[in-house]
Nanobody
Framework: QVQVADSGGGLVQAGGSLRLACEAS????????MGWFRQAPGKQRESVAS???????NYADSVKGRFTISSDNAKNTVFLQMNSLKPEDTAVYYC??????????????WGQGTQVTVSS
């Protein structure tokens, strides 16, 4: 099994910055990719950014140039640096992990979510 712990949310004014962190842990775990999704009230969950084990990153158009995803493969940790935050970035942010555990098939795991609130 994989445990995913995400953190770093909070309240910030528009134009400010926050850094989210997520650590995946478990026995015999092999990470394929890690990323972040977000869900605002009344809206569907959407992908924000992802990064592969090799370091290739993808971003939603709405966050390009403002958010940066990075990872520490040795620690199975991913970070999301969020700059120039806007009120529309307000949402619960969820860490998402694709991993293989003990040679089983590739599976998807979620963190519990961390609230990001951007005030205008």
């Amino acid at each position: 099994q994989v445990q995913v712990a995400d953190s770093g949310g909070g309240l910030v004014q528009a134009g400010g910055s926050l850094r989210l962190a997520c650590e995946a842990s478990g026995s015999s775990i092999s990470i394929s990719s890690m990323g972040w999704f977000r869900q605002a009230p009344g809206k569907q969950r959407e992908s924000v950014a992802s990064i592969s084990r090799a370091g290739g990153a993808n971003y939603a158009d709405s966050v390009k140039g403002r958010f940066t995803i990075s990872s520490d493969n040795a620690k199975n940790t991913v970070f999301l640096q969020m700059n120039s935050l806007k009120p529309e970035d307000t949402a619960v942010y969820y860490c998402n992990v694709w991993a293989v555990v003990a040679g089983a098939r590739l599976s998807n795991y979620w963190g519990q979510g961390t609230q990001v609130t951007v005030s205008s």
